[in-house]
C-alpha cells in the first residue's frame, strides 16, 4: 500500500493548486481518503475527506467553500482543489486512507502519503 501526494507549492495569496494523491498496490476507490495539513509547531489537522460508497465528502470549516475534494477512480488518485488560498493554509499537506470513523481525524487513518508542500505567500 502507497500513496504519493504531489501538487504543492508556492502560491500568492488568492491562488489556487490542486494537490494529487496516487495510489499504487491497492484500489483507491474502495478506502476512504482523507486530506489533512501540518504547519509548523502545529497539529496535524483534517482538511477533507472523502467517502468510497458515495462519494459524500466533508470539510474543515477553515477551508469550506474554497477547496473541493475529488476522486478519479480510473486513475486510482483523489484531488484536493484549493482555491483562494490564504497565508494560514500554509502547511504540508498529506493524503491518507482508511476507514474512519471521525473523519477528520488523524488517528482514524491507518495508511498516508508522504506529504507536499504547500506555501501561501506574495
Known amino acids: 500500500v502507497q500513496l504519493q501526494a504531489s501538487g504543492g507549492g508556492l502560491v500568492q495569496p488568492g491562488g489556487s493548486l490542486r494537490l494529487s494523491c496516487a495510489a499504487s498496490g491497492f484500489t483507491l476507490g474502495y478506502s476512504g481518503v482523507g486530506w489533512f495539513r501540518q504547519a509548523p509547531g502545529k497539529e496535524r489537522e483534517g482538511v477533507s475527506y472523502i467517502s468510497s460508497s458515495d462519494g459524500s465528502t466533508y470539510y474543515a470549516d477553515s477551508v469550506k467553500g474554497r477547496f473541493f475534494i475529488s476522486r478519479d477512480n480510473t486513475k486510482n488518485t483523489v484531488y484536493l482543489q484549493m482555491n483562494s488560498l490564504k497565508p494560514e493554509d500554509t502547511a504540508v499537506y498529506y493524503c491518507?486512507?482508511?476507514?474512519?470513523?471521525?473523519?477528520?481525524?488523524?488517528?482514524?487513518?491507518?495508511?498516508w502519503g508522504q506529504g507536499t508542500q504547500v506555501t501561501v505567500s506574495s
Open positions: 491518507a486512507t482508511g476507514s474512519p470513523i471521525r473523519v477528520l481525524s488523524q488517528y482514524e487513518y491507518a495508511y
